[in-house]
């Protein structure tokens, strides 16, 4: 059986993530689920690896890589920038800019579910 790993990268601060990563944390959950049933008959097996960030490593936060390879290295339609978070400011006490992706001249706090899809099924060589 083949497996795929997803490795989702997030800020935790006294037991608590961001609103935007708890909903990209979401998201994957159902993801894996769904790609799991869609892909399990074919001999692939989706992983999903939750990694718990320090303030210190925050530039790391909401991050996602399948098979050990950026979101964004898989999607080259897809362009990071960043903006105010005020989730994780509230966590941090301070203003905090946080990842957002672009596609298509659209801007999304948290990595649209299809754009992940099509990457992990790339990956998985299934869906």
């Not at 290295?73 to 509230?90: K, T, Y």
């Amino acid at each position: 059986m083949k497996t795929v790993e997803i490795e989702w990268r997030r800020l935790v601060q006294a037991a608590t993530t961001c609103e935007r990563c708890s909903d990209t944390g979401i998201l994957l959950a159902e993801l894996v689920e769904r790609l799991n049933t869609e892909c399990g008959p074919s001999g692939v097996r989706i992983t999903l690896k939750t990694i718990a960030l320090r303030p210190e490593r925050i530039t790391e936060s909401n991050q996602i890589r399948i098979d050990g390879r950026l979101l964004e290295q898989l999607q080259p339609q897809m362009v990071v920038g960043h903006n105010d978070c005020v989730s994780c400011g509230e966590l941090l006490g301070h203003p905090q800019d946080c990842p957002t992706v672009e596609v298509d001249g659209q801007a999304h706090d948290i990595p649209p579910a299809w754009l992940i899809r099509q990457a992990v099924c790339r990956s998985a060589g299934c869906c």
